[in-house]
């Protein structure tokens, strides 16, 4: 079933049960370890002194401000004139610099600890997993405790799907009075969000939605392709992922087994749509208030497998896992497609970025994601590359910025904690070098990062991408592990 993995370039990525199989922990992996030296004794302050901020509130830049943290929240927020640096704070110096709200990355794929510095590097201080385990439940309290460094996780239930499901592990909606009872043991379980997939059929679907409206868990997916838009609409779900099958015409059945054929007849379906049937569907969706997480760097990206010596020179490949390397390979059997079939796609990332500027224009709801790990899609690099996509579809620099950080957190329920620069909020925070509403790529120029509280200059992230590049060492895959 070699053509089977070539679906993940838009749905999850491996099954759990393979991610640890492929990937066990990594020995003595300093990458990921919290860091073992006290704060500074008789303080836990820290100011960031004449800085620019980016608050995220509006479109506006705040100049010459102090930013004062106390533990992990922002205290206080204020001109160099009005606020006062306590007596042992830490002070950083900001002048020449932004200071702007960590960034969200609302579609992600964790195979395993040690990369999550590629995450905090970049400035990616929460992220939205679409495929959860008990791995990611585990993974999430050490983070909360301090055991272990990373993004702030919020993740997804395992993957409900139909009959059959698509990927191994995934919840099976074969009965539909079966719905309430799974999303009830994941909710108990502690999963934050329920995951549709794309072979649920419509009593499945509504079943679905209706438990987790019942047990208050928000939903994300795909439309199914036996359903189609049409009944998303009737029956919303909150958010939609990587644009999937917006277009495509309902099957009878799920007929599209093969990874490669799904793949080819979706991305067709983009290449007759008009304009005006791209403004209609996005003001359906905005209407009923579903958000799209685009992820267009996974489709602009998807075609580089053709000419995978192009592809792989164009990440950073160093910083790419042994595992996560190997599931690129064509030898591996990953996204086997035809060279028509290969510049369809490029073709229909043409229509993509067309109706994501529908969905702004319409006042739709987008999020920045990047659907790591598919083909050159890498983590936490990767994010930057989308909102550099997101503004050549048409998005401001600004509304490309507030989909991964205030309106990330309207969608998590979590804007009273994250998403903008103010007093209470949480303190994930990156500094940069240059102004991001002026340009999206600024956002990239990474000086510091301060996750939770906790400030990693420039030095120590770099220090944590070494050790992580170590540890990939000590945990390649080897032999069949990784099929």
Request: net charge negative; charged share 20%; aromatic share 6%.
């Amino acid at each position: 079933m070699r053509y089977r993995h070539a679906i993940a370039l838009f749905p999850s990525i491996l099954t759990p049960a393979l991610m640890w199989a492929c990937h066990a922990p990594s020995r003595g992996a300093p990458a990921t370890e919290a860091p073992a030296e006290p704060s500074e004794p008789g303080s836990d302050v820290v100011a960031f002194v004449d800085v620019d901020v980016v608050p995220m509130d509006s479109e506006r830049i705040l100049d010459g401000q102090t930013v004062l943290v106390r533990g992990d929240r922002i205290a206080a927020v204020g001109p160099v004139a009005s606020v006062a640096v306590p007596p042992g704070a830490t002070v950083i110096d900001g002048s020449g610099k932004y200071l702007m709200p960590g960034l969200v990355d609302m579609h992600a794929h964790i195979f395993a600890p040690d990369e999550l510095p590629l995450y905090l590097a970049s400035g990616v201080t929460s992220l939205r997993n679409m495929n959860g385990a008990p791995m990611h439940l585990e993974m999430r309290a050490q983070i909360a405790t301090g055991a272990l460094l990373g993004p702030t996780i919020y993740t997804a239930t395992p993957i409900i799907d139909g009959v059959p499901v698509y990927w191994p592990g995934a919840d099976s909606i074969d009965d539909p009075s079966r719905a309430e009872s799974i999303i009830l043991a994941h909710k108990r379980a502690g999963y934050d969000f329920v995951k549709l997939y794309m072979n649920l059929d419509q009593a499945g679907y509504e079943a679905v939605l209706a438990a987790a409206r019942k047990h208050g868990m928000k939903t994300a997916g795909h439309v199914p392709t036996r359903l189609g838009m049409h009944e998303v609409l009737a029956h919303p779900i909150g958010s939609l992922e990587h644009l999937w099958a917006y277009f495509l015409t309902p099957s009878a059945s799920p007929a599209l087994q093969t990874g490669a054929e799904i793949l080819r007849v979706e991305a067709e379906s983009w290449l007759d749509v008009s304009e005006a049937e791209m403004q209609e569907l996005a003001r359906a969706l905005a209407q009923a208030g579903i958000w799209s997480c685009a992820t267009m760097t996974v489709r602009k990206r998807a075609p580089m497998v053709e000419n995978l010596e192009a592809g792989l020179a164009s990440v950073e490949q160093r910083y790419v896992s042994p595992l996560v390397k190997n599931f690129w390979l064509h030898e591996n059997g990953y996204l086997l497609l035809s060279k028509e079939d290969y510049e369809t796609l490029r073709l229909s990332y043409g229509k993509m970025q067309m109706m994501v500027r529908a969905l702004r224009d319409a006042g739709a709801r987008i999020l920045l994601g990047s659907d790591t790990p598919n083909p050159f899609v890498l983590a936490g690099f990767s994010v930057h590359e989308e909102l550099v996509n997101l503004v050549a579809a048409g998005l401001t620099p600004y509304e490309a910025i507030r989909a991964g950080t205030r309106d990330a957190a309207e969608f998590l329920g979590q804007d009273r904690e994250l998403g903008s620069v103010a007093g209470g909020m949480r303190a994930d925070l990156l500094l940069i070098d240059g102004n991001p509403l002026a340009d999206v790529r600024n956002a990239s120029k990474i000086t510091g990062v301060m996750l939770r509280g906790q400030w990693l200059p420039a030095e120590r992230l770099q220090h944590l991408l070494d050790d992580m590049v170590a540890s990939f060492a000590a945990s390649s895959p080897t032999g069949d592990r990784h099929h």
